[in-house]
Nanobody
């Protein structure tokens, strides 16, 4: 059974940092894309960042460029999202996803990924 388990969410003040982790079991990242999505209150789930292993391309939404960083440790089968300089508008449920297409990950919604986590809440207070 494939599982993606997220951790690291919580409550943080504006300007603070959090690092989200997503540990995979029953699946290895290999040549697929990995991604992080966010669902803000009252909004649709949206792509925040992704990494395409096929072409090495990395995507960040404009709202998080320069503040967030996606990474992974294949040896641990874990992916991360480092979030710095957090703002109240970063509040939402964050989902990790894996098994996306190897090239051009930015063109896929979460349905384009084979697996996704259960979500972790991030709340940024003003």
């Amino acid at each position: 059974e494939v599982q993606l388990v997220e951790s690291g969410g919580g409550l943080v003040q504006t300007g603070g940092s959090l690092r989200l982790s997503c540990a995979a079991s029953g699946f290895t990242f290999d040549d697929y894309a990995i991604g992080w999505f966010r669902q803000a209150p009252g909004k649709e789930r949206a792509l925040i960042s992704c990494f395409s292993r096929g072409d090495g391309g990395t995507y960040y939404a404009d709202s998080v460029k320069g503040r967030f960083a996606i990474s992974s440790e294949n040896a641990k089968n874990t992916m991360y999202l480092q979030m710095n300089s957090l703002k109240p508008e970063d509040t939402g449920i964050y989902y990790c996803a894996a098994g996306g297409r190897a090239y051009g990950c930015a063109g896929s919604g979460i349905s384009g990924y084979r697996y996704r986590g259960q979500g972790t809440q991030v709340t940024v207070s003003s």
